[in-house]
């Protein structure tokens, strides 16, 4: 049973942002716009592996994250993903990954967080196409707020400025589409990240 071990994430938070501190200058905006305790699934721009470790240490609550299933092989690697919120899926094959499907649907009954990089691998200072796979799937079963989440790297050394920005939660209306709901969350991503669309 995949469980978040929280005292551990608040350990790697706190270590997280000691080591990251020489080499980043994070700037996060729109932090009151997260619920604090209701379910919400995070939709971030995806532009580097360092996203992941900067979304944790903006957000103000422990999440769970959706990560490709090939970083849970090594079981060793794989458990210390899953006590710090990672959740494995199989993007080839979504139903090899039942047992974390139903996981993440109880986390967001009772409230939690959920981090779903909507382009599902980096797209380094462009938009990438948004993959409504794992939204349609969610969204079929129960309606959660989606927010949207820019994450944008400038130039500077010896520090690199980041800013986080959260943006208003959208409801979903269930007669919205999924792909056009997904548009939109894409374009609200796009412009937090101030970047364009394709």
């Known amino acids: 049973m995949l469980q978040r071990n929280d005292p551990l994430c608040r350990l790697v938070k706190r270590i997280t942002k000691i080591s990251?501190?020489?080499?980043?200058?994070?700037?996060?905006?729109?932090?009151?716009?997260?619920?604090?305790?209701?379910?919400?699934?995070?939709l971030p721009k995806h532009q580097r592996w360092?996203?992941?470790?900067?979304?944790?240490?903006?957000?103000?609550?422990?999440?769970?994250?959706?990560?490709?299933?090939?970083?849970?092989?090594n079981r060793l690697t794989g458990g210390f993903l899953e006590s710090l919120g990672g959740i494995p899926l199989n993007r080839e094959a979504p139903?090899?990954?039942?047992?974390?499907i139903r996981a993440l649907i109880q986390f967001l009954k009772k409230g939690e967080g959920v981090v779903i990089f909507p382009e599902g691998t980096y797209y380094v200072n462009r938009m990438g196409p948004g993959k409504p796979g794992m939204l349609r799937?969610?969204?079929?079963?129960?309606?959660?707020?989606?927010?949207?989440?820019?994450?944008?790297?400038?130039?500077?050394?010896?520090?690199?400025p980041v800013r986080v920005c959260f943006g208003n939660p959208i409801y979903p209306d269930r007669n919205v589409p999924p792909d056009a709901l997904l548009g939109r969350v894409m374009k609200e991503i796009a412009l937090l990240s101030r970047l364009e669309t394709d």
Do not use: N, W
Not at 23 to 38: A, S, W
Not at 57 to 66: D, E, H, K, N, S
């Open 20 to 42: 990251f501190r020489p080499f980043y200058h994070i700037q996060v905006e729109g932090q009151k716009r997260l619920p604090r305790k209701d379910a919400c699934i995070l």
């Open 50 to 73: 360092q996203d992941i470790p900067i979304i944790a240490t903006a957000t103000p609550r422990p999440l769970y994250y959706i990560a490709k299933h090939e970083l849970f092989i």
């Open 95 to 100: 139903m090899k990954s039942r047992g974390s």
């Open 137 to 160: 799937l969610i969204l079929s079963r129960m309606v959660f707020p989606l927010v949207p989440v820019g994450v944008r790297y400038g130039d500077g050394q010896p520090r690199t």
